[in-house]
């Protein structure tokens, strides 16, 4: 009998894991919340996905598509959240009233909203329930229109942390049934810290705006946009990223090295450069993008809030949440979530590790 698995979303992500694991003999039960079930209609009417690129080419058909959540997540291990940050604390209420032990919930990705989840499971009183998150999703997709999308390259390895991180090693194992190269990391903070789309999408969107409002979709954001200035200003924003976690003594790596580019190289421009599958990609139509309204306030600016506890400096950082507040018309700092919200709001550096490692 096939492994049962729930795919949480209907946008880019869990069109390409419905029909990526789908492809690969899983039995997929995907959701999307009944509010926004008519922008899948097709995938509701055929159960069909047609996937093309990296991943293989295929229509694949998938074995349940629904709005029931309970249904959706009946009888499987592993529970896969693809949906925008801003969801993320609207889920983790929704499951913390039908999850049950020996699940994992991973969070693809989480930038440490994966301890928003664990906040509301432990509410409940939750135990033996695990939650993940991932750094990036597995894969760089785009819907191609209903129905179909465009997988065109695969995230490897993918890194993960796991809340407790205490359960870090059974998790990883587990997950190499659908993934087969998960890079354990430290804690969830350590993953979240490892995200991609804060660090290349940010100082691209924010230093194009005008660009990219001109253009309404006709910008190939990272050949036209991924200019020497600009990789400079990521690679500014990256050393930031690696103080903070060097200040948790957590092993880091430069960006250049994670986002697959088809040379080795330490120089972010030129790793974005030799990756053709970056020169298909068009830039945000607008600022109402996601590289805008959830990389900033959901993605760069928790790791502000997180340096400024743990008295790391982050400037560049800083002004990027700043410039993207005038930019996007909001603030960008209060909009997304606080420590609060991730359940570590006062904690010591020393409290935080000890919280990571134990859930408690």
Same mark, same amino acid.
């Given at each position: 009998?096939?492994?049962?698995?729930?795919?949480?979303?209907?946008?880019?992500?869990?069109?390409?894991?419905?029909?990526?694991?789908?492809?690969?003999?899983?039995?997929?039960?995907?959701?999307?919340?009944?509010?926004?079930?008519?922008?899948?209609?097709?995938?509701?009417?055929?159960?069909?996905?047609?996937?093309?690129?990296?991943?293989?080419?295929?229509?694949?058909?998938?074995?349940? =598509?629904?709005?029931?959540?309970?249904?959706?997540?009946?009888?499987?291990?592993?529970?896969?959240?693809?949906?925008?940050?801003?969801?993320?604390?609207?889920?983790?209420?929704?499951?913390?009233?039908?999850?049950?032990?020996?699940?994992?919930?991973?969070?693809?990705?989480?930038?440490?909203?994966?301890?928003?989840?664990?906040?509301?499971?432990?509410?409940?009183?939750?135990?033996? =329930?695990?939650?993940?998150?991932?750094?990036?999703?597995?894969?760089?997709?785009?819907?191609?229109?209903?129905?179909?999308?465009?997988?065109?390259?695969?995230?490897?390895?993918?890194?993960?942390?796991?809340?407790?991180?205490?359960?870090?090693?059974?998790?990883?194992?587990?997950?190499?049934?659908?993934?087969?190269?998960?890079?354990?990391?430290?804690?969830?903070?350590?993953?979240?810290?490892?995200?991609?789309?804060?660090?290349?999408?940010?100082?691209?969107?924010?230093?194009?705006?005008?660009?990219?409002?001109?253009?309404?979709?006709?910008?190939?954001?990272?050949?036209?946009?991924?200019?020497?200035?600009?990789?400079?200003?990521?690679?500014?924003?990256?050393?930031?990223?690696?103080?903070?976690?060097?200040?948790?003594?957590?092993?880091?790596?430069?960006?250049?090295?994670?986002?697959?580019?088809?040379?080795?190289?330490?120089?972010?421009?030129?790793?974005?450069?030799?990756?053709?599958?970056?020169?298909?990609?068009?830039?945000?139509?607008?600022?109402?993008?996601?590289?805008?309204?959830?990389?900033?306030?959901?993605?760069?600016?928790?790791?502000?809030?997180?340096?400024?506890?743990?008295?790391?400096?982050?400037?560049?950082?800083?002004?990027?949440?700043?410039?993207?507040?005038?930019?996007?018309?909001?603030?960008?700092?209060?909009?997304?979530?606080?420590?609060?919200?991730?359940?570590?709001?006062?904690?010591?550096?020393?409290?935080?590790?000890?919280?990571?490692?134990?859930?408690?």
């Amino acid at each position: 009998m096939a492994v049962k698995v729930a795919v949480l979303g209907g946008g880019n992500g869990g069109h390409a894991a419905a029909a990526d694991l789908s492809n690969r003999g899983f039995c997929v039960h995907m959701y999307e919340d009944a509010r926004f079930a008519g922008n899948i209609k097709k995938v509701f009417d055929t159960h069909e996905i047609t996937m093309t690129g990296a991943a293989g080419n295929a229509t694949v058909k998938i074995d349940m =598509v629904t709005s029931d959540l309970q249904e959706a997540i009946q009888d499987v291990e592993f529970i896969f959240v693809a949906v925008p940050a801003f969801a993320h604390d609207v889920y983790a209420r929704a499951l913390a009233e039908l999850v049950h032990p020996g699940q994992t919930v991973m969070v693809m990705p989480g930038t440490f909203d994966s301890l928003i989840f664990w906040k509301e499971f432990r509410k409940k009183g939750l135990e033996d =329930v695990v939650v993940a998150e991932t750094n990036t999703l597995p894969y760089a997709t785009r819907l191609q229109g209903p129905g179909s999308t465009l997988i065109m390259s695969l995230f490897n390895p993918l890194k993960v942390g796991v809340m407790p991180a205490c359960r870090t090693q059974e998790t990883v194992e587990k997950l190499r049934t659908f993934y087969p190269s998960p890079e354990a990391v430290e804690s969830v903070i350590a993953c979240g810290l490892s995200s991609l789309n804060p660090i290349i999408h940010v100082p691209g969107c924010i230093l194009n705006a005008g660009r990219i409002e001109y253009a309404k979709g006709e910008f190939y954001f990272y050949t036209e946009g991924f200019t020497p200035c600009v990789a400079r200003t990521t690679e500014a924003i990256d050393k930031e990223r690696i103080a903070l976690l060097d200040s948790f003594g957590y092993a880091s790596d430069i960006v250049a090295h994670g986002v697959g580019g088809s040379i080795i190289t330490d120089d972010i421009g030129e790793a974005i450069a030799s990756d053709p599958n970056f020169a298909k990609i068009k830039g945000p139509a607008d600022t109402n993008s996601r590289y805008y309204a959830e990389d900033i306030p959901y993605g760069l600016a928790p790791w502000a809030k997180l340096a400024r506890a743990m008295n790391v400096d982050v400037p560049v950082i800083g002004s990027m949440i700043t410039i993207g507040s005038a930019l996007l018309g909001y603030d960008c700092w209060t909009k997304g979530h606080s420590l609060q919200d991730l359940g570590i709001e006062g904690m010591t550096k020393e409290e935080l590790k000890e919280y990571l490692e134990t859930g408690k």
